[in-house]
């Protein structure tokens, strides 16, 4: 029996019963992306904060009236892969009676969201006839959320009450298109700086209601039945990949752990993270089990359940051997076990989740991409680099050339990527959360926007985790304060416990960080901290590199010589490390090199 459903612009076409016109499909799928790629657009040119207009920490999505992610593109996978899905449930389960010209506001860690200081924008669309039809949303990490402390990231905080944010579960923050004043003015008392934050709120909302505008011409052009069946058809594509994927890869289970640096109030070895994780070809199915692991922590680096969920599912995604669209089609192949009351599972309120989107959720990636690259050496990735070092700290206080206040994330530098068994680690990786895609600050803008001066920020050499395909190594990075004091907040990681190789593969340096004094003494600064840098201080960060993938003697000679060239490994390392001799011209010295590697192998 044929059946014909085709819409001008691209809309979706059933050849016959049981067929899918691919051409179709592919489409109309990359209208839907466009539409999120209109919001992002929208965010990024009309937000104030410099996170969120210069770093670009922002997300958004575009899910179906059941609540499953279909598109998220070009956005952060720790806020929406395993996220999306359930704001839009909770934004239901809360408010059963949308209706056109709704929005909300969405904040709240224990309702399906990130940490509170991703603030979500959820506008619901609904057809001519009042059904709901998809809901999107734009997510931007704030520059202040209204913390107790001027930092979003409070990585000591006890529980949510001592973090002191405002948490809007799904709070309906307009209705027939108009704000409620009632909750802009909470914010605009509580916030810092409430203008910056007036102004990026402005952005999410012009941002979701592009994207509300686009779906609707969508459905007035192609049919809202028409998208709906290209969303379903779609999902079943995409599983139909993932499962094809699944069956080439290696069976097998193993337990890997990666370790969070020492808090205090935790264990004094650091916060470990065991991912048990099994890949079941014949099945087509991969699970990650995380509930082997301590309870929630009197510290602000637990997970919320979102992140908890999406950081198994993105170091599952890393380490498939082809890429495939992030959506809730393919994520049908990935089993996630979580436990209530868990520090990598699903938290009570009270409990604090302030650092959630970073810290613990990059050890939980780096552990499934391990086990991964345990069981199939051809898949997984190593540990990347760890999150939030000073140079990616929260910076405020008064601007002395106009007496304003000012607050904002300065994303100068963080960690460096893992190798993998293709290729070298992403230089500006970041974070394995958010995937190398913030844009690191512009020196330049961040000393126009506030009173600092960066000294240097440069790649840090031999701090690679060597191997075959080596991690990107860190970055050093030196500012200070221009004429005033400056408070500095951040919750960093890898000083105790650096990035870890896999399969032979080395171990990247450990983080170093400190305050350097006028007088040239030094003061070592610890895991988490919120301190006062005063005027003549200068704040030093040596980032974490990434983890190596691969016996580091395996790695090709011409590849190394480059890495010393570029000065980002020293010739003793290239000769200690990689067993590889180099003349006097740089280039390699192929008869040395077979002597060291042999006599290294023997």
Not at 130 to 140: I, M, N, P, Q
Not at 274 to 294: M, Q
Not at 334 to 356: F, M, N, W, Y
Not at 432 to 438: E, H, Q, S, T, V
Request: hydrophobic share 40%; charged share 20%.
């Amino acid at each position: 029996m044929r059946r014909e459903e085709a819409a001008m612009g691209g809309g979706v076409e059933r050849v016959e019963e049981g067929r899918r016109n691919g051409v179709a499909l592919a489409i109309l799928q990359q209208r839907f992306d466009g539409v999120t790629r209109k919001m992002a657009n929208t965010l990024l040119r009309t937000a104030r904060s410099g996170v969120i207009n210069t770093a670009r920490d922002f997300s958004c999505a575009i899910v179906t009236a059941d609540c499953q992610l279909l598109t998220a593109a070009e956005s952060y996978p720790i806020h929406v892969i395993g996220g999306a899905d359930m704001m839009a449930a909770a934004m239901l389960e809360i408010h059963p009676d949308p209706r056109p010209g709704d929005a909300y506001l969405h904040n709240s860690p224990y309702h399906g969201n990130s940490h509170a200081a991703d603030h979500t924008i959820l506008v619901p669309v609904f057809d001519d006839d009042g059904r709901h039809r998809f809901t999107v949303l734009s997510k931007a990490h704030q520059a202040d959320c209204g913390n107790s402390l001027p930092t979003t990231y409070m990585g000591m905080a006890r529980d949510v009450y001592e973090e002191g944010a405002l948490i809007f579960p799904a709070v309906r923050v307009q209705r027939d298109y108009v704000d409620n004043t009632d909750v802009i003015n909470m914010c605009m008392m509580r916030i810092r700086v409430p203008e910056q934050w007036r102004g990026d709120y402005l952005a999410m909302l012009g941002a979701a209601r592009i994207g509300e505008r686009e779906i609707r011409r969508m459905g007035a052009e192609i049919g809202w039945d028409a998208l709906a069946t290209h969303a379903a058809d779609w999902f079943d594509l995409c599983e139909e990949m993932m499962a094809d994927t699944l069956r080439g890869m290696a069976a097998g289970a193993a337990r890997a752990t990666c370790t969070h640096d020492p808090l205090p109030g935790c264990p004094p070895g650091g916060i470990p993270v065991n991912a048990d994780v099994k890949v079941d070809p014949g099945a087509a199915r991969v699970s990650v089990d995380l509930t082997d692991n301590i309870d929630c922590l009197p510290v602000g680096v637990n997970l919320s359940h979102a992140c908890a969920r999406t950081a198994a599912m993105v170091g599952v995604l890393n380490s498939l051997p082809r890429s495939l669209p992030a959506n809730s089609g393919t994520l049908r192949r990935i089993d996630v076990r979580l436990r209530e009351g868990c520090c990598v599972g699903i938290p009570r309120h009270p409990t604090s989740t302030s650092v959630a989107t970073t810290n613990l959720g990059d050890r939980v990636t780096n552990a499934v991409q391990r086990a991964i690259a345990m069981i199939d050496p051809s898949c997984g990735m190593a540990e990347g680099g760890a999150a939030i070092p000073p140079a990616a700290g929260v910076i405020s206080g008064v601007e002395p050339r106009n007496g304003h206040a000012y607050v904002n994330e300065v994303i100068l530098a963080a960690g460096g990527g893992p190798g993998t068994p293709v290729q070298d680690g992403w230089l500006s990786l970041f974070t394995m959360g958010n995937a190398g895609m913030p844009f690191y600050d512009s020196v330049e803008v961040d000393e126009m926007l506030h009173p600092i001066l960066v000294r240097t920020r440069r790649l840090s050499p031999d701090s690679e985790g060597a191997g075959t395909f080596r991690g990107a190594p860190g970055i050093l990075t030196e500012f200070e304060p221009v004429s005033c004091d400056m408070e500095l907040g951040f919750c960093s990681d890898g000083t105790v416990s650096p990035a870890l190789g896999v399969c032979g593969g080395q171990a990247a340096r450990s983080a170093r960080q400190w305050i350097e004094h006028p007088d040239g003494s030094a003061t070592p600064l610890s895991t988490s901290e919120q301190l006062v840098v005063r005027q003549g201080e200068r704040v030093v960060s040596h980032s974490n590199g990434g983890g190596g993938y691969g016996d580091p003697l395996r790695r090709d000679p011409v590849r190394v010589a480059h890495d010393v060239t570029e000065g980002w490994i020293t010739a003793h390392r290239a000769r200690a490390i990689y067993g590889v001799a180099l003349t006097s011209e740089g280039l390699v010295d192929s008869a040395e090199t077979a002597k060291l590697r042999e006599s290294s192998a023997g």
